[in-house]
């Protein structure tokens, strides 16, 4: 296994356990339904940081390869199939941009 395997199922149990300790502290008490929502963030934060290593995304107007950043891949609206709509900085808007997955072994050592 190499680091981003780890890093993106490190995220997904994150994400579980934020949800479990959040649900479990609205009846236990707030200092877990506290750690519960930090968790959970770290998990969103990790999955995030995750899909901007793997993926790129091409621009179907201009065939510009976009790199988004943590934000952009967490909360980009999918449009269809492996497609969100992304800014594009060469057509100044808001495009279709069709996702292509990077090869990762590039970043192992």
Known sequence: MNKYQIMFSGSIIL??????????????????LCVGVGVLVGG??????????????????????????????????????????IYCPKCRHKTICKARRISLRRYVF
């Open 15 to 32: 994400i579980v356990l934020g949800v479990l300790l959040g649900v479990y502290g609205l009846f236990a008490g707030n200092f877990l």
């Open 44 to 85: 969103l934060i990790l999955l995030g940081n995750w899909i901007t290593k793997a993926y790129t995304y091409i621009c179907k107007d201009c065939y510009m390869r976009i790199d988004v950043g943590i934000g952009e891949a967490l909360f980009a609206p999918p449009v269809g199939n492996d497609c969100r709509r």
